[in-house]
């Protein structure tokens, strides 16, 4: 659960590229420069984790799922810790990366392990995006529409989707309007 009595912001920075150092990476990073001294932030790299195939039970005996352990239990735990959370990740067909899209899918399942109260510990976070994408940006609505979606499920705050443009390694850094944004992105209004 989130302990918001000390008033500090808990950003989860959850890493979807299946490379280290990537473009949305990159950019994420250079958002969290302006964060203030005292915000606590974690990264995790789901390309560092193991995290089993989604199997969804709502239809199997009593619809209840086990309780998360190994990786899956330290993303839940990081998930329910955290005041915001940002997925980041590149723009892949239209969508985050599978193993963002992993991830999303075991909070179906986590929302039915009993008495692990997550829709309640996600009610009132912040869902961001970072994310870098070839082309033209329109092509990243859908992805920042599953995300906007997914966080109005839950009951969270949707705080918004910071786009880049890239491809090979580093591009993002010859994005001038995307590093600039991203100086005050993170930033509560």
């Given at each position: 659960?989130?302990?918001?009595?000390?008033?500090?912001?808990?950003?989860?920075?959850?890493?979807?590229?299946?490379?280290?150092?990537?473009?949305?990476?990159?950019?994420?990073?250079?958002?969290?420069?302006?964060?203030?001294?005292?915000?606590?932030?974690?990264?995790?790299?789901?390309?560092?984790?193991?995290?089993?195939?989604?199997?969804?039970?709502?239809?199997?005996?009593?619809?209840?799922?086990?309780?998360?352990?190994?990786?899956?239990?330290?993303?839940?735990?990081?998930?329910?810790?955290?005041?915001?959370?940002?997925?980041?990740?590149?723009?892949?067909?239209?969508?985050?990366?599978?193993?963002?899209?992993?991830?999303?899918?075991?909070?179906?399942g986590w929302m039915?392990?009993?008495?692990?109260?997550?829709?309640?510990?996600?009610?009132?976070?912040?869902?961001?995006?970072?994310?870098?994408?070839?082309?033209?940006?329109?092509?990243?609505?859908p992805l920042v529409?599953?995300?906007?979606?997914?966080?109005?499920?839950?009951?969270?705050?949707?705080?918004?989707?910071?786009?880049?443009?890239?491809?090979?390694?580093?591009?993002?850094?010859?994005?001038?309007?995307?590093?600039?944004?991203?100086?005050?992105?993170?930033?509560?209004?």
């Amino acid at each position: 659960m989130v302990d918001q009595q000390d008033g500090a912001r808990k950003l989860l920075f959850v890493l979807g590229s299946s490379r280290a150092d990537g473009n949305s990476e990159i950019l994420a990073r250079r958002a969290a420069v302006s964060l203030p001294q005292e915000t606590q932030t974690t990264w995790l790299a789901l390309r560092d984790l193991t995290l089993r195939d989604f199997a969804d039970l709502r239809h199997v005996g009593d619809g209840s799922a086990p309780l998360p352990e190994g990786d899956e239990k330290l993303l839940f735990e990081a998930t329910t810790a955290a005041t915001d959370v940002v997925i980041v990740s590149p723009l892949y067909w239209y969508s985050v990366s599978s193993a963002v899209k992993r991830y999303l899918d075991h909070w179906a399942g986590w929302m039915r392990v009993p008495d692990a109260g997550f829709v309640e510990a996600m009610a009132g976070k912040t869902l961001w995006s970072v994310t870098v994408y070839a082309g033209s940006a329109d092509r990243a609505q859908p992805l920042v529409d599953m995300l906007q979606h997914s966080a109005e499920f839950l009951g969270m705050q949707w705080g918004g989707a910071l786009l880049g443009n890239g491809s090979a390694p580093g591009d993002v850094l010859h994005d001038a309007d995307a590093l600039t944004a991203a100086q005050t992105f993170l930033l509560p209004s």
